[in-house]
């Protein structure tokens, strides 16, 4: 996504945007500031994104989804602490928060971000004069924060592989699939309409594969999970198959992030070590009522055990708590792949299956529980 | 009994004449949209009361912010010189 100009960046249009219901209420009502044709003036205590925090200039029109939304882990980005916490020690968590209030906190996302201009994290700047828009552009707002690896891989940019078919062949938008309540946050009647064993009451999540599964395939495609579409494989493994088990192809890990702050302009930056293609069948460690797979496609994420040293030594003394060959679930699905042409594409082949002689010797007791011992056996040609 | 009979028959003779000289009847706007309300369906909310306010837009009077913002040169003019600084990120991120 090309940068804008600084004046592209906040240039309204003046033509429509004052027919919009949103230009029926003074600038100064949401921004702040005062009248004034001298800029410093004029911009006195402005507030130039008026839907960070919680009540905010949003609230009092759309009070029932800023109030659901503050929840969320677009606002919260709750899943990067979960990790955090897991991996280190209460005496740790003041040095991890500067190093995540540096690193991490720009990656939060407030209403603007998404319903009128491009989020602060790729530089900001209005979508098209500061009118808004009840969907969010795809490329200019979604994968313009989750580009690296879903944008990636669902629009078809890693060299060699197809895009996802459902972008391909349907055309179809992030919002397609993922709701305005997966992406606000969770309602906190969800259970009524979506009750299960272990989800009699929803909590805001703590991860991205917290509580309950949205999307989910079988939503648009139920004849899976039902027998009725006469394809044997779907009958044989049943729920014992993520989904992307057979319907993904190669998609990003990454190796060795670090962060630190420069010493020439004091300003955060990061190293990744290596990005590569993998495609693994892992054991699932996240096996629930919502997520019963017994093996599912994981993606080995950049966090290592030094990753944070810039800012203490050994911040992540619990590294091996969480395992670092991650649960995935890779946007470039297909309907026929390498691994689902037959049975013995998948069984007894090892070079799909993350096993130990596959993992790094320091990382084998952190991914332990994802580690194939078995391969599945092959199956005996009629 | 029978000069009583003739007596009603008189004054309802009487109201109906005059009351066909009465002048029209003045009806304040403010009873019509109760009485609106108070013929709506049952769960209907009352489009009186939730209409809007008509008001010209908040942008189309004089207005500061907008004489800047709408146009690109004074922008360009205005702006505060970006220092570039090249991240020293790398890798994917």
New interface residues.
């Given amino acids: 996504m090309a940068p804008l100009e600084p004046w592209e960046k906040v240039l309204v249009d003046v033509e429509t945007f004052p027919q919009t219901v949103h230009g029926y209420i003074a600038c100064t009502d949401c921004h702040g500031g005062v009248q004034s044709p001298e800029k410093e003036v004029a911009h006195t205590d402005l507030v130039a994104r008026p839907s960070e925090g919680n009540p905010n200039a949003c609230t009092n029109c759309h009070g029932d989804v800023s109030e659901v939304f503050a929840t969320s882990l677009h606002s919260t980005l709750r899943g990067y602490h979960t990790v955090l916490e897991a991996r280190s020690t209460p005496e740790n968590h003041p040095a991890l928060e500067t190093m995540f209030t540096n690193h991490c906190y720009r990656c939060h996302t407030s209403c603007g971000d998404c319903h009128v201009g491009q989020p602060a994290s790729v530089g900001g700047g209005l979508f098209d004069g500061h009118l808004f828009v009840r969907t969010p552009p795809m490329t200019r707002s979604c994968t313009a924060c989750h580009g690296s690896r879903v944008g990636n891989e669902y629009l078809g940019k890693n060299e060699g592989l197809p895009g996802d078919v459902h972008f391909r062949e349907g055309r179809m938008n992030c919002i397609d699939c993922h709701s305005n309540h997966e992406l606000h946050g969770q309602p906190s009647n969800c259970s009524q309409c979506h009750p299960g064993v272990e989800t009699a009451e929803v909590l805001p999540p703590d991860h991205r594969y917290d509580g309950l599964q949205s999307p989910t395939c079988e939503a648009c495609h139920p004849n899976t999970t039902l027998g009725k579409d006469n394809i044997e494989m779907h009958t044989v493994h049943g729920a014992n198959l993520q989904c992307q088990v057979c319907h993904s192809v190669s998609y990003s890990s990454c190796d060795g992030c670090h962060v630190a702050l420069s010493e020439a302009s004091g300003l955060p930056y990061f190293e990744t070590q290596g990005t590569y293609q993998t495609f693994l069948i892992g054991r699932n460690p996240l096996r629930s009522f919502d997520r019963p797979y017994e093996y599912v496609v994981v993606r080995h994420i950049p966090v290592a055990p030094t990753s944070f040293e810039f800012y203490g030594e050994n911040l992540l003394p619990n590294f091996n708590t969480l395992n670092n060959w991650a649960y995935a679930t890779p946007h470039n699905i297909q309907r026929n792949t390498p691994q689902a042409e037959s049975c013995n594409a998948c069984h007894g082949n090892a070079a799909l299956f993350l096993t130990a002689d596959k993992v790094n010797p320091a990382e084998l007791e952190a991914n332990l529980p994802v580690i194939v011992t078995e391969i599945p056996a092959t199956i005996p040609e009629d | 009994m029978r000069k009583l009979r003739w007596l009603s028959l008189i004054i309802l003779a009487l109201w109906l004449v005059l009351s066909g000289c009465q002048g029209e009847a003045v009806i304040n706007p403010a009873d019509e949209a109760y009485a609106s309300v108070d013929t709506l369906p049952q769960g209907e909310s009352n489009p009186i009361a939730l209409a809007p306010t008509p008001?010209a837009?908040?942008?189309?009077e004089p207005?500061?912010?907008?004489?800047?913002?709408?146009d690109?040169q004074r922008?360009?003019d205005?702006?505060?010189p970006?220092e570039a600084?090249e991240?020293?990120?790398?890798?994917?991120?």
């Fill in positions: 008001t837009p908040a942008l189309a207005n500061e912010c907008l004489n800047c913002h709408a690109q922008l360009v205005t702006a505060r970006e600084v991240s020293e990120s790398s890798g994917v991120g």
